[in-house]
C-alpha cells in the first residue's frame, strides 16, 4: 500500500515540474511577445516605446502577487493607450514630447486612486450592469480607431490622430506623400502571417519569430536603403522610478485628466473584470472581484512610478498563455523577469526593427480584440442588442471614447427600461387530461377556462410597464366574449416587485373591476409582493382576499371548479400581437419521470398521440416543435 501511495506522489511530483516548467516557457513567450506590443501601445499612449518595456516590469509582477487569477496576463494594452492618446491630442500636446512624458504617469497615478475607491465602494459588482454588447462596442471602436491611427505606419508614413471623419482624408493624405511598397508588403504580410497561424498553429509564437526575422532583414538586406523606417533604438537605462508630478492638477489639465482617468478606470474594472472571469469559468478558477481590483490598484500604481501610461489585463495576450496550457501565476513572474532582462542587455536590439513589421503585430493584436463574432451573433439573435453594440462602436469612432463611454452607460440603462417594459408575457389556459397551466402561445390543444381569464406577466411591475400590463388585460374583456368574465386572474410568480405608480394603476383597475362584477386576484407570488401593495395603498385588496396562493384558489373563490368547462374556441386575445413568451419563462409540462424514461426507451409511445410527451416538445422547442417532431419521427409525416 505504502509503495503505491510514493508512486502517486513521485507522479504528481512530476507533474508539478512539467506544469512548473511549462509556465516558464510560457512566461518567455509572453514576454517577446510583450516587446512590440507594450512598445506600440506606449506610442499610441504618446511615450516613447520603451515606456512600453517599463510598463512590463513591476505591473505585471505586482498584479500576480494579488490577483486570484492564476492565468491571466496583465501590462501595456490598447484601451487605456488609446484614450490617453485621445486625450493628449485633444489637449494639443505632441507624442513622445517632454510634456506627454510628464503628465502620462500623472494620469496613470489618479486611475490608481479612482481603482483604489472602487475597490472600497466593492466596484466590482457594478459590472453585471454593464452588457456584453455596450462593452464589446466600445472595445471594437477602440480597436478600429486604434489600427486607423496607426495605418500610415503600415506604408511608410507616420501616426495619426482624430476620429473617423478626420482619420480617412488623413490616411488618404499620408498614402499619397508617403507610400513605400516594400513598407507596405512587409506591413501587410505581417499582419496575413500572424493571422494565418494564429488560425492553424495557434502554439508558433509566429509574434517572436517576425521580429527576429525583421531584425535579420535589418541586418542583412538593404531594406532601410529602400525606404523602410526602422525603430529607434533607446538607450540603455533601467525604468526610471520617480512619483508622478502631482502639481500638474492643479493646472488647466486637472478636470481632463480627472475625466480620463476615471474613464479608464471605469474601462479597466469592467473590461479586465468580465475577461478574467469568462477565463476563470473556463478553467474552474474562483474569481474574487474585490481581489482583483486591489490587483488592478497596486499594477496601476506600480505602473505611475514606472512613468508608463494606465495598465489593463490583456486578452490577446492571456489566449496565447491558455493555448500553450498556462497553469499558475509563475508564467507572470516570469515574464516580468525576463523583460529586466531584455531591458538591460536587450534594447539595442530594438533598434532592428522594421516599423511596418511592428506596426503590423500591434495591428494583428488590435484586430483580435474587434468583436466581430460578437456582433454577428446579435445580428442573427437580438437585433435591439446588435443596434446598441453598432451605437456604442460609432459613438467612439465619430465622437471619442468620452462619448462612447457615455453612450453605453446610457443605452446599458435604456436596454434595461426597454427590456422591462416590454417583458415576456402570456394568457394561461390548460390542457385536458393535464395538470397545470400552459400559454395559450406556445402549446397546442390548450383551452381557456369559460368565465376566467388568467394572465402571466414576467417581469417587475412598475411604471415603463404597467400601461401595457392594463391594456391587455382590457383587451381580454372587450366584446362579446368579456361579457361571460367573472374574474381576471393574474399569475404573478415573476412579479418581484411593484413600484408606487403600477400600485395606484393596479387599485384603480382591481376597483373599476368590481363595480362591473369582474372579480381580480393576484396569484402564485411571494410575500413580498403583498407587503408592497399594503404598503402603497392597496390594502383592501388584501383585506377583500384578492390576493390568493394559487391559481386554483382564486377559480374557487368564484365557484368555478374542476371539471372545469372551457371554452369552444381559444379567445382572439390570448395569440394576439405582443402577447409571447418566445420560449421564456414558461411551466415545464407536468411530465412525470415514468413518461420521460417511457418515451425515452419505447418506440410504441407517439408523440402526436401522447398529450404529455408533445407537451414536452412544445416546452423545449415553441414554434419548432413541429419541425423535430417531423425530424424524429418522418414516417409518422406521411
Same mark, same amino acid.
Given at each position: 500500500?505504502?509503495g503505491?501511495?510514493?508512486?502517486d $506522489?513521485?507522479?504528481?511530483?512530476?507533474?508539478?515540474?512539467?506544469?512548473?516548467?511549462?509556465?516558464?516557457?510560457?512566461?518567455?513567450?509572453?514576454?517577446? /511577445?510583450?516587446?512590440?506590443?507594450?512598445?506600440?501601445?506606449?506610442?499610441?499612449?504618446?511615450?516613447p516605446?520603451?515606456?512600453?518595456?517599463?510598463?512590463?516590469? &513591476?505591473?505585471?509582477?505586482?498584479?500576480?502577487?494579488?490577483? %486570484?487569477?492564476?492565468?491571466?496576463?496583465?501590462?501595456?494594452?490598447?484601451?487605456?493607450?488609446?484614450?490617453?492618446?485621445?486625450?493628449?491630442?485633444?489637449?494639443?500636446?505632441?507624442?513622445?514630447?517632454?510634456?506627454?512624458?510628464?503628465? *502620462?504617469?500623472?494620469?496613470?497615478?489618479?486611475?490608481?486612486?479612482? &481603482?483604489?475607491?472602487?475597490?472600497?465602494?466593492?466596484?466590482?459588482r457594478?459590472t453585471?450592469?454593464?452588457? %456584453?454588447?455596450?462593452?464589446?462596442?466600445?472595445?471594437?471602436?477602440?480597436?478600429?480607431?486604434?489600427?486607423?491611427?496607426?495605418?500610415? $505606419?503600415?506604408?511608410?508614413?507616420n501616426?495619426?490622430?482624430?476620429?473617423?471623419?478626420?482619420?480617412?482624408?488623413a490616411?488618404?493624405?499620408?498614402?499619397?506623400?508617403?507610400?513605400?511598397?516594400?513598407?507596405?508588403?512587409?506591413?501587410?504580410?505581417t499582419?496575413?502571417?500572424?493571422?494565418?497561424?494564429?488560425k492553424?498553429?495557434?502554439?508558433?509564437?509566429?509574434?517572436?519569430?517576425?521580429?527576429?526575422?525583421?531584425?535579420?532583414?535589418?541586418?542583412?538586406?538593404?531594406?532601410?536603403?529602400?525606404?523602410?523606417?526602422?525603430?529607434?533604438?533607446?538607450?540603455?537605462?533601467?525604468?526610471?522610478?520617480?512619483l508622478?508630478? &502631482?502639481?500638474?492638477?492643479?493646472?488647466?489639465?486637472?478636470?481632463?485628466?480627472?475625466?480620463?482617468?476615471?474613464?479608464?478606470?471605469?474601462? /479597466?474594472?469592467?473590461?479586465?473584470?468580465?475577461?478574467?472571469?469568462?477565463?476563470?469559468?473556463?478553467?474552474?478558477d474562483?474569481?474574487?472581484?474585490?481581489?482583483?481590483?486591489?490587483?488592478?490598484?497596486?499594477?496601476?500604481?506600480?505602473?505611475?512610478?514606472?512613468?508608463?501610461?494606465?495598465v489593463?489585463?490583456?486578452?490577446?495576450?492571456?489566449?496565447?498563455?491558455?493555448q500553450?496550457? /498556462?497553469?499558475?501565476?509563475?508564467?507572470?513572474?516570469?515574464? %516580468?523577469?525576463?523583460?529586466?532582462?531584455?531591458?538591460?542587455?536587450?534594447?539595442?536590439?530594438?533598434?532592428?526593427?522594421?516599423?511596418p513589421?511592428?506596426?503590423?503585430?500591434?495591428?494583428?493584436?488590435?484586430?483580435?480584440?474587434?468583436?466581430?463574432?460578437?456582433?454577428?451573433?446579435?445580428?442573427?439573435?437580438?437585433?435591439?442588442?446588435?443596434?446598441?453594440?453598432m451605437?456604442?462602436?460609432?459613438?467612439?469612432?465619430?465622437?471619442?471614447?468620452?462619448?462612447?463611454?457615455?453612450?453605453?452607460?446610457a443605452?446599458?440603462?435604456?436596454?434595461?427600461?426597454?427590456?422591462?417594459?416590454?417583458?415576456a408575457?402570456?394568457?394561461?389556459?390548460?390542457?385536458p387530461?393535464?395538470?397545470?397551466?400552459y400559454p395559450?402561445?406556445?402549446?397546442?390543444g *390548450?383551452?381557456?377556462?369559460?368565465?376566467a381569464?388568467?394572465?402571466?406577466?414576467?417581469?417587475?411591475?412598475?411604471f415603463?410597464?404597467?400601461q401595457?400590463?392594463?391594456?391587455?388585460?382590457?383587451?381580454?374583456?372587450?366584446?362579446?366574449?368579456? $361579457?361571460?368574465i367573472?374574474?381576471?386572474?393574474?399569475?404573478?410568480?415573476?412579479?418581484?416587485?411593484?413600484?408606487?405608480?403600477?400600485?395606484d394603476?393596479?387599485?384603480?383597475m382591481?376597483? %373599476?373591476?368590481?363595480?362591473?362584477?369582474?372579480?381580480?386576484?393576484?396569484?402564485?407570488?411571494?410575500?413580498?409582493?403583498?407587503?408592497?401593495?399594503?404598503e402603497?395603498?392597496?390594502?383592501?385588496?388584501?383585506?377583500?382576499?384578492?390576493?390568493?396562493?394559487?391559481?386554483?384558489?382564486a377559480?374557487?373563490?368564484?365557484?368555478?371548479?374542476?371539471?372545469?368547462?372551457?371554452?369552444?374556441?381559444?379567445?382572439?386575445?390570448?395569440i394576439?400581437?405582443?402577447?409571447?413568451?418566445?420560449? $421564456?419563462?414558461?411551466s415545464?409540462?407536468? &411530465?412525470s419521470?415514468?413518461?420521460?424514461?417511457?418515451?425515452?426507451?419505447?418506440?410504441?409511445?407517439?408523440?402526436?398521440?401522447?398529450r404529455?410527451?408533445?407537451?414536452l416538445?412544445?416546452?423545449?422547442?415553441g414554434?419548432?416543435?413541429?419541425?423535430?417532431?417531423?425530424?424524429?419521427?418522418p414516417?409518422?409525416?406521411?
Amino acid at each position: 500500500m505504502q509503495g503505491f501511495r510514493s508512486k502517486d $506522489k513521485m507522479i504528481m511530483m512530476t507533474r508539478d515540474i512539467k506544469d512548473i516548467s511549462n509556465d516558464i516557457f510560457i512566461g518567455v513567450i509572453i514576454a517577446f /511577445v510583450s516587446i512590440p506590443i507594450s512598445m506600440g501601445y506606449a506610442m499610441i499612449a504618446g511615450l516613447p516605446a520603451v515606456y512600453g518595456l517599463y510598463g512590463s516590469v &513591476l505591473p505585471v509582477f505586482f498584479f500576480a502577487c494579488i490577483s %486570484s487569477s492564476p492565468r491571466f496576463v496583465f501590462g501595456v494594452d490598447a484601451a487605456p493607450a488609446a484614450i490617453v492618446g485621445s486625450m493628449l491630442t485633444s489637449l494639443g500636446i505632441a507624442g513622445q514630447s517632454e510634456e506627454a512624458i510628464r503628465i *502620462v504617469p500623472v494620469i496613470t497615478v489618479v486611475t490608481a486612486l479612482w &481603482l483604489l475607491l472602487f475597490a472600497l465602494l466593492k466596484a466590482d459588482r457594478l459590472t453585471r450592469f454593464v452588457s %456584453s454588447p455596450v462593452m464589446g462596442g466600445f472595445i471594437s471602436g477602440i480597436g478600429i480607431e486604434i489600427i486607423l491611427m496607426q495605418s500610415p $505606419k503600415l506604408f511608410g508614413g507616420n501616426a495619426i490622430h482624430g476620429e473617423l471623419t478626420e482619420l480617412i482624408p488623413a490616411i488618404i493624405n499620408s498614402a499619397a506623400k508617403d507610400f513605400n511598397i516594400l513598407s507596405f508588403i512587409l506591413g501587410i504580410t505581417t499582419i496575413a502571417i500572424i493571422l494565418f497561424f494564429k488560425k492553424k498553429a495557434p502554439r508558433i509564437p509566429m509574434t517572436v519569430i517576425l521580429m527576429l526575422a525583421g531584425a535579420l532583414l535589418t541586418v542583412f538586406t538593404p531594406i532601410k536603403d529602400a525606404g523602410v523606417r526602422i525603430m529607434e533604438a533607446p538607450a540603455k537605462s533601467f525604468i526610471p522610478f520617480a512619483l508622478p508630478d &502631482l502639481s500638474i492638477l492643479g493646472g488647466e489639465e486637472a478636470s481632463e485628466i480627472m475625466i480620463t482617468s476615471f474613464t479608464i478606470a471605469l474601462v /479597466v474594472t469592467a473590461e479586465t473584470l468580465l475577461a478574467t472571469r469568462n477565463i476563470g469559468f473556463k478553467h474552474g478558477d474562483k474569481i474574487d472581484g474585490g481581489r482583483e481590483i486591489f490587483a488592478y490598484t497596486a499594477a496601476m500604481a506600480a505602473a505611475a512610478v514606472s512613468g508608463c501610461c494606465p495598465v489593463n489585463g490583456s486578452v490577446s495576450r492571456t489566449g496565447i498563455a491558455d493555448q500553450y496550457k /498556462v497553469k499558475s501565476r509563475i508564467m507572470s513572474f516570469t515574464a %516580468s523577469a525576463v523583460m529586466i532582462l531584455i531591458l538591460l542587455f536587450g534594447t539595442p536590439l530594438i533598434g532592428y526593427l522594421p516599423v511596418p513589421i511592428l506596426t503590423g503585430i500591434v495591428v494583428s493584436a488590435l484586430m483580435g480584440i474587434i468583436e466581430a463574432d460578437l456582433a454577428k451573433k446579435l445580428y442573427h439573435v437580438d437585433r435591439t442588442e446588435f443596434i446598441i453594440f453598432m451605437a456604442v462602436l460609432f459613438s467612439v469612432l465619430l465622437f471619442g471614447t468620452m462619448s462612447g463611454v457615455a453612450a453605453g452607460v446610457a443605452l446599458s440603462f435604456i436596454t434595461y427600461i426597454i427590456r422591462a417594459s416590454k417583458p415576456a408575457k402570456s394568457f394561461l389556459g390548460c390542457i385536458p387530461g393535464q395538470e397545470g397551466f400552459y400559454p395559450a402561445d406556445r402549446y397546442h390543444g *390548450v383551452k381557456t377556462i369559460k368565465g376566467a381569464v388568467i394572465y402571466r406577466f414576467l417581469a417587475p411591475l412598475f411604471f415603463a410597464n404597467i400601461q401595457d400590463f392594463m391594456k391587455d388585460i382590457e383587451n381580454a374583456l372587450s366584446g362579446e366574449k368579456g $361579457k361571460e368574465i367573472k374574474t381576471v386572474i393574474i399569475d404573478a410568480g415573476n412579479i418581484s416587485s411593484i413600484d408606487m405608480t403600477a400600485a395606484d394603476h393596479l387599485l384603480r383597475m382591481y376597483e %373599476s373591476l368590481k363595480a362591473r362584477g369582474i372579480k381580480l386576484f393576484i396569484t402564485e407570488h411571494r410575500g413580498k409582493l403583498n407587503d408592497e401593495l399594503h404598503e402603497f395603498g392597496c390594502g383592501i385588496m388584501l383585506s377583500e382576499w384578492a390576493a390568493l396562493p394559487r391559481i386554483e384558489n382564486a377559480l374557487r373563490s368564484c365557484g368555478i371548479k374542476e371539471p372545469y368547462e372551457f371554452d369552444d374556441e381559444l379567445p382572439s386575445y390570448c395569440i394576439q400581437d405582443g402577447i409571447s413568451t418566445e420560449g $421564456k419563462g414558461t411551466s415545464a409540462p407536468q &411530465l412525470s419521470v415514468a413518461v420521460w424514461e417511457d418515451f425515452r426507451s419505447s418506440k410504441d409511445i407517439h408523440p402526436r398521440e401522447d398529450r404529455k410527451v408533445l407537451a414536452l416538445f412544445e416546452w423545449a422547442f415553441g414554434k419548432d416543435a413541429q419541425n423535430h417532431l417531423n425530424e424524429l419521427f418522418p414516417d409518422e409525416e406521411e
